[in-house]
């Protein structure tokens, strides 16, 4: 049993940076992996970014040349580096834990505890 929640998200302009936080509550958070997902009014709820258990070997985003994902397991947080923001990235972000056996799960199907969300939302 895992806690997951997010903060870090608001209004930037387009170019911006922002890094979304995602602290966890409960043990062996080490266990899970952890992705970041987004969902914007109207649109079906989109992978982000993504990162193995434990030391997170792996790892990917969409928008690998803007975002980045990383763990500190011993502040049990997960972060979300989203560089260049563009008005498309306007969305309600969500972090999520799974246990998944082998390398990240793409698919939110895949992870069960999800927090509330932040929003970020990309404007002049």
């Known amino acids: 049993q895992v806690q997951l929640v997010e903060s870090g998200g608001g209004l930037v302009q387009p170019g911006g940076s922002l890094r979304l936080s995602c602290v966890a509550s409960?043990?062996?958070?080490?266990?899970?992996?952890i992705g970041w997902f987004r969902q914007a009014p109207g649109k079906e709820r989109e992978g982000v970014s993504y990162?193995?258990?434990?030391?997170?070997?792996w790892y990917e985003s969409i928008a690998a040349g803007r975002f980045t994902i990383a763990r500190v397991n011993a502040k049990k947080t997960v972060y979300l580096n989203m560089n260049r923001l563009t008005p498309e990235d306007t969305a309600v972000y969500f972090c999520?834990?799974?246990?998944?056996?082998?390398?990240?799960?793409?698919?939110?199907?895949?992870?069960?505890?999800w927090g509330q969300g932040t929003q970020v939302t990309v404007s002049s």
């Open positions: 409960g043990s062996r958070f080490d266990e899970y992996a």
């Open positions: 990162i193995s258990s434990s030391d997170g070997t």
């Open positions: 999520a834990a799974g246990v998944i056996d082998r390398g990240v799960g793409r698919v939110a199907d895949e992870y069960t505890y």
